[in-house]
């Protein structure tokens, strides 16, 4: 069998394929699972207090093989995360905590409280809904700050989640 280890700021993967946030449920245990076949696994996005997401249906099928999920970022918060985080981290990929805020001072805030758990920290600039989305991805100057500031209260990389502008 080919060896498809790789590594990748600083961690080692078995091969490089990374689980992205996504629709998958956010449960330590689905977690643990699937890192038992990606090179790492990356939560979905975590913010500072529990969020419902949006009503169903959050998934359309646009065209074969095609589709779109506006899920309106539904997870646990930070306080009710943190044995899930645990747990994941008893499996075999390494993990990537995925943080979201409508402020600089909320993604400081998950980093700092979950950051230190995981293995790396993808920073969600990306996503549209509520209050900052997108716009935090738009200005180098703020992306910047809020990257500068994360990187002050955790360990391990930080990886920079962008908008398509």
Known sequence: MANLKISLFGLGLK??????SGVIDNTGAILKRVGKFAGAVTTKSISPEPRKGHETPTIVELEERSMLNAMGLPNPGIENFKEELKIAKTGEAPVILNVV????EGFVEVAEKLGNFADAVEVNLSCPNGKGGLEFSQSAEVAGDV???????????????????
């Open 15 to 20: 091969n490089p394929t990374i689980l992205a």
């Open 101 to 104: 805020a409508k402020d600089i």
């Open 147 to 165: 990257i500068s500031k994360i990187k002050k209260v955790t360990k391990g990389p930080i990886i920079a989640k962008l908008g398509p502008n």
